[in-house]
């Protein structure tokens, strides 16, 4: 048996550049995708290929594209790095079988990725992943991959470059109000973290009443200043400085991709991905007037089941990954539904995460209610209670990992920080309720050889002391 070194986790495979992420596994993985896509008479439809802005990405993409064309399916290939979200989208644009996206998303910079889009747009979800995973099997012991150079098949029409943005661009005017944005002038930070969002929100507000500054908006896949290109608080001290310095009404970030949102308020505090998520239901709820139901990770917040009961809309709650999320917002035409890493997803979309529509909604929100961030949390909090979250990661050696999960399985603690757990879990991770309905969880990154402990509850000093006991839950 070969070794295999493709493993697929919560978003698609990941890699570490020339060590694991090489052209022969992509090479490898790409012919499994065409297998796929043949097996499922999605061959005839075509296939989109994007990447991002990391090192070595619109190669590896090129790579793909030229096992995909010898294959004989024909091959939409971005002619620049784009967002992920807007790469989904052109999977229905073009009425293609799927998407192969080449992203790590927010890992650090000698990471690499490979993500699968279904035909829909969506992550493609476990059963389509698995079978995918089967051919990658087939492929390494048969050391069968066709390939096609790139001049070759383009003469062949077998690869044609494309620029997704127009048409991306008129879904988005669909889905948001961008003609009520002439009506309000703000200044609006904004840190593309160096990624493939960089320009876009410059792009789609341009005949807006808005001021759009913006860091970080040129490519460098070493992803300067920060650990990795994520939108989280530890990494967005220079937005922070901008909007005190520029005066701003809000700063909005996006990750590697443009696939995840962070946001900060007018006096430069991070919004947690949670409270961006309740405040995106809210607009939807209480502006728009949409009614649906509301779609959340185990790793999101608790604020959702009491909007919920307020404004009697459904809450359903699924496993860590937009590839479980996905499926369920299809199933029940949910109005929105997201996760804990801030990415969200929107009806009349793709189902999939969009940074990029997501920011939008929440500038709209200020537009339509002509208030600034912190304001707009108040009246969340005056309707749903105060509610604050963290999360904690720990590296781990991979010998490690039964150990720490066999110590978690064994510990049931009747109380966390003096309050009883009235429920214990493990629909993804080990997660444990107590009675105040504060909430603690340990998993492990579907993508990472990361340990994360996650919390919500009443006060940030609860928060700190709740992670540190989750810690000392695992031993890690």
């Given amino acids: 048996m070969v070794n295999n070194p493709i493993k697929f986790g919560t978003d698609g495979w ?18 499994a995708v065409a297998l796929y896509l043949y097996k499922t008479q999605l061959a005839k439809r075509g296939l989109v290929i994007g990447y991002d802005t990391r090192f070595a990405s619109r190669e590896f993409a090129s790579a793909a594209a030229e096992v995909i064309a010898a294959n004989g399916i024909k091959v939409y290939l971005c002619n620049k790095a784009e967002p992920t979200p807007v790469i989904s989208y052109g999977v229905v644009a073009k009425k293609a079988g799927g998407a192969i996206v080449i992203t790590a ?46 001049t070759e098949a383009i003469d062949k029409g077998l690869v044609e470059y494309i620029d997704l943005y127009p048409a991306y661009r008129a879904q988005i005017a669909k889905l948001v109000d961008l003609d009520g944005m002439k009506s309000r002038k703000l200044k609006i930070a904004v840190d593309s973290m160096f990624g493939s969002g960089a320009g876009y929100f410059k792009a789609l507000l341009k005949d807006s009443a808005f001021e759009i500054i913006e860091i970080n908006d040129l490519p460098n896949p070493a992803f300067p200043g920060m650990k990795q290109p994520e939108p989280i608080a530890v990494n967005l001290a220079g937005l922070s400085e901008l909007i005190k310095n520029s005066k701003s009404d809000a700063g909005l970030a996006t990750d590697g991709d443009s696939d995840r949102i962070g946001v900060m308020d007018e006096n430069g505090n991070f919004l947690t991905q949670l409270q961006i998520y309740a405040l995106l239901a809210l607009y939807l709820l209480e502006v728009r007037k949409e009614r649906g139901a509301i779609i959340k990770t185990i790793t999101t917040t608790a604020m959702l089941d009491k909007l919920g009961k ?16 996905a499926p369920l917002m299809l199933e029940h035409d949910a109005m929105i539904g997201g996760e804990e ?21 929440f500038l709209d929100f200020m537009v339509k209610t002509g208030k600034k961030p912190s304001q707009l949390l108040k009246d969340l909090y005056d309707m749903v209670g105060e509610h604050y979250y963290d999360r904690l990661d720990i590296e781990f050696p991979e010998d490690r990992r039964d150990i720490i999960i066999e110590r978690v399985r064994n510990s049931h603690p009747k109380s966390i920080d003096n309050t009883g757990v009235v429920k214990e879990d493990t629909i993804d991770g080990f997660r444990y309720t107590l009675a105040d309905g504060t909430w603690l969880l340990i998993r492990f990154s579907g993508t990472e050889p990361l340990l994360r402990i996650y919390t919500e509850s009443n006060s940030l000093q609860r928060v700190k002391r709740l992670l540190e006991i989750g810690k000392k839950i695992t031993g890690a």
């Fill in 105 to 150: 998303s927010h890992n650090p910079g000698k990471w690499n990725g490979f993500k699968i889009k279904s035909e829909n747009g969506a992550s493609a979800p476990t059963e389509v992943i698995s079978k995918i995973e089967e051919n990658v099997r087939t492929v390494i012991e048969s050391g069968k991959i066709n390939r096609l150079p790139l």
């Fill in 341 to 361: 890493s801030g990415g969200y997803g929107l009806r009349g979309h793709v189902p999939e995460r969009d940074a990029l529509l997501a920011g939008l909604c």
């Fill in 310 to 325: 307020i404004y009697d809309v459904p809450v359903y709650e699924t496993k860590v990954g937009f590839k479980y999320v």
């Fill in 14 to 31: 990941r890699g570490i550049i020339a060590e694991d992420f090489t052209f022969d596994n992509v090479r490898i993985c790409a012919q």
